[in-house]
């Protein structure tokens, strides 16, 4: 059984589950697993583990809209080397800063690999959902996509301080608020553009139809190939680039991208159904959680 056949079981038993977060008395809570394996590559620094691994949970703060609060995290390692721990948490506590939340503590334990579990809390009354999008809504992206996809590439070539630098996003926490009164359905692209508009579509029980030249390539792709298709299947199916993707009324686009503190793209339009890009199917691939890399 693969992460997404788990999560659908699962689903089954928890009711609150769905989400990006899960959304208690006014309160978002999200928690997430980041371990060497898949998540760091050799070369990750522990600063750019700390910042990585609550970034993403604070992702999903972002993902419902709301306001970042506080975050914790579980950080095990075969051993406990003291310039690394007080790396980790200043990258944690960066990350937090950056986005108007605290970093308050969490726990240390033993592991066999280098393993962090971080958990995020935010507030907001007005929570944004998977579900929701209407036909006819425009689908948008925040910012650019396929950074981490070009820092895998800088790992494996050595370029160890720009693939750190890529590896430390900045969470949507800003642009989260800011387009929250306006957007129908909203999620981050934690796995993939591809994959967040088939698990929207999903939720929503509608389609997209986008267009292949809308997609904001991120300048340090195209650094790391040379082929355009090469360049969009690493900005679309890679994943972990922690953009916001949405749908939002054509009415209500312009007061979006106004209010919004990122460049919002728009990528196409909410049909009835089918996930298609210039016309054609788009498979549903992207980052799957205990793989080594993407499934694209």
């Known amino acids: 059984m693969d992460e997404r056949a788990a999560l659908r079981l699962l689903a089954e038993h928890l009711p609150d589950a769905g989400d990006d977060a899960a959304v208690v ?14 998540d760091f590559p050799a070369g990750t ?5 700390g910042w990585r691994a609550v970034g993403a ?3 999903d703060v972002a993902a419902m809209g709301a306001e970042a609060v506080a975050a914790v995290a579980v950080y095990a ?7 690394d721990l007080v790396a980790f948490v200043d990258g944690a506590s960066d990350v937090c ?3 108007g939340a605290r970093y308050v503590g969490g726990d240390l334990d033993r592991h066999d690999e280098p393993t962090v579990v971080s958990t995020a809390l935010g507030r907001t009354e007005s929570p944004v959902r998977r579900r929701g999008a209407d036909v006819g809504d425009v689908v948008c992206v925040t910012g650019t996509l396929g950074r981490s996809a070009a820092a895998l590439r800088q790992f494996d070539a050595g370029d160890i301080e720009s693939a750190n630098e890529g590896f430390r996003f900045e969470p949507r926490v800003a642009a989260g608020r800011a387009v ?4 129908t359905a909203m999620m981050d692209s934690s796995d993939g553009l591809a994959r967040s508009l088939h698990q929207l579509a999903e939720a929503s029980g509608c389609g997209f139809a986008v267009e292949a030249a809308a997609v904001p390539v991120d300048p340090a792709v195209d650094a790391v190939v040379e082929d355009g298709a090469a360049a969009l299947r690493l900005a679309t199916t890679v994943g972990e680039d922690f953009e916001l993707v949405f749908t939002v009324p054509p009415a209500d686009l312009e007061a979006v991208q106004a209010a919004c503190p990122v460049p919002v793209t728009p990528l196409g339009s909410v049909v009835e159904s089918g996930v298609t890009m210039d016309g054609e199917p788009l498979p549903d691939q992207g980052y799957t959680h205990g793989s080594e890399e993407a499934d694209g």
């Open 57 to 59: 949970s604070l992702s």
């Open 25 to 38: 008395d006014g309160l978002v809570l999200s928690t997430d697993m980041l371990h060497a394996r898949a």
């Open 45 to 49: 620094t522990a600063f750019t583990m």
């Open 97 to 99: 800063d950056l986005v």
């Open 77 to 83: 390692a075969p051993t406990f080397e003291p310039d």
């Open 180 to 183: 929250a009164p306006f957007v």
